[in-house]
């Protein structure tokens, strides 16, 4: 994550364990669904997961596109 | 005697392997696999009870979690928690701490554990927890479970605990007055001859210098970026052509997204050591969403997809194998004048 904004790339981290995302330092942190399962629910309906994933996506690009000045930490839920 | 509660995972604790990681908190009252084994090494106390819950309950339900935990414990008397050994398990050694400081703050007893360096748990949870140095595999539960073991002896004890080096515990950033037999001008004046000399010197006083990095620009005009996708869930071919590791890994693959826009089961497997590979094998999209990025491309919301998608396993890597390998990602990256990079971890 960092080394990869280092060399001057936007980045935006998606993971559930967002402590531990924290704790290292990452920018631009948004929420993801579960360890397992990342982009999507798999209790929901197929439709819906496709759902939450475009959802998560479009937030993603959201976060990438936010001016930010320190660790922030987004969520769609 | 005093009494003492071993909190452990899902596997530690005999319910099962990743299937079971997100088994909700449970009370035995009994000494579950490395609680007896604790148990045996500790004069000072005797485990009574043996905490367990799932690695992904935990993380994923937190607060929850530790709702229930403390419903579990109501009327129960203990005098001290241990947690672990966690070695270098990320979820484990972050519960670890996490349980640790919930019972110190709620319960005001001592809570104590143990995990490798790297751990996520160490950097989290140092501060107010004490956690034992610990190795980077279960396979030296035989050296850091009677560590840990001894040191909560000391504290059931009442001996008097000393700093952090000495007792083999991670520093706490707590500083206590001791007496040595050099004053501190001698002591200073020693170590400039040393440096000056180019001898080696041990500081009093580490200084740890941020590793901040400087947020990149936003990204304005997502419609006219080239975006890369990167993943540490360890999504791979199937049969895992490239080997990529189960945990530690060293390398990462690089893959082409298929033409039709969507990974289909069947196609690609999770290879992670770190997480139950049910979903991620029965829908690969839900680590690798190329579905969303195919429909974006078409609705002209994302400008350009680098053609490969970058994917290792982000489970007991090392710091300096993932700068490497992040480093090698990135000549890729700049190869293809890609602007943004949206990365999973599991």
Redesign the interface.
């Known amino acids: 994550m960092k080394e990869i904004e280092k060399s001057g790339f936007p980045i935006v981290h998606v993971a559930n364990m967002v402590p531990v995302s924290e704790s290292v330092g990452t920018n631009k942190i948004l929420k993801a669904y579960g360890i397992p399962y990342p982009w999507s629910d798999p209790k929901e309906t197929p439709v819906r997961q496709a759902e939450q994933r475009y959802e998560l996506v479009e937030k993603a690009l959201i976060v990438l596109g936010t001016d930010v000045q320190e660790q922030t930490v987004f969520s769609v839920f | 005697m005093k009494k003492i509660i071993v909190y452990l995972n899902q596997f530690f604790g005999q319910i099962g392997g990743e299937e079971f990681?997100s088994t909700k908190p449970m009370l035995k009252k009994e000494k579950v696999g490395v609680a007896a084994a604790i148990d045996t090494q500790i004069k000072n106390g005797e485990v009574e009870h043996t905490l367990i819950c799932g690695d992904?309950f935990m993380?994923?339900h937190t607060e929850e979690a530790l709702a229930q935990i403390d419903s579990l414990l109501e009327g129960i008397e203990f005098d001290m928690l241990i947690a672990g050994p966690a070695f270098f398990a990320?979820?484990y050694g972050?519960n670890c701490g996490r349980i640790c400081k919930h019972i110190q703050e709620r319960y005001q007893k001592t809570a104590v554990t143990s995990m490798y360096e790297e751990n996520?748990g160490v950097?989290?949870f140092r501060k107010e927890v004490y956690i034992l140095r610990g190795e980077d595999a279960a396979s030296a539960m035989q050296k850091d479970m009677p560590k840990l073991s001894r040191f909560a002896d000391k504290i059931l004890g009442g001996e008097k605990i000393l700093w952090a080096q000495e007792e083999g515990y991670f520093p706490r950033g707590k500083r206590l007055q001791v007496t040595t037999g050099e004053t501190a001008d001698n002591r200073a004046f020693d170590m400039l001859m040393r440096k000056l000399a180019g001898k080696p010197f041990v500081t009093e006083m580490p200084i740890k210098m941020?590793?901040?990095?400087?947020?990149?620009?936003?990204?304005?005009d997502?419609a006219h970026t080239r975006f890369a996708f990167?993943t540490t869930?360890g999504i791979v071919p199937i049969g895992n052509p490239d080997k990529i590791q189960t945990g530690s890994a060293t390398r990462f693959g690089r893959y082409a997204f298929p033409e039709e826009g969507v990974l289909k089961e069947g196609e690609w497997e999770s290879i992670h050591g770190g997480?139950?590979?049910?979903?991620?094998n029965?829908?690969p999209?839900?680590?690798?969403?190329l579905?969303?990025?195919s429909?974006?491309l078409k609705e002209e919301?994302?400008g350009y997809l680098h053609p490969f998608f970058y994917s290792t396993t982000g489970n007991h890597t090392n710091e300096s194998n993932?700068?490497r390998m992040?480093?090698e990602?990135?000549e890729y990256?700049?190869e293809d004048n890609?602007?943004?990079?949206?990365?999973?971890?599991?």
């Open positions: 990681a992904d993380n994923e990320g979820r972050t996520p950097e989290l941020p590793d901040k990095v400087a947020v990149a620009p936003p990204v304005t997502p990167v869930s997480y139950d590979h049910t979903y991620a029965a829908d999209m839900t680590h690798v969403p579905d969303v990025f429909k974006m919301k994302i993932s700068k992040a480093q990602i990135v990256l700049k890609i602007q943004a990079v949206i990365l999973n971890s599991a």
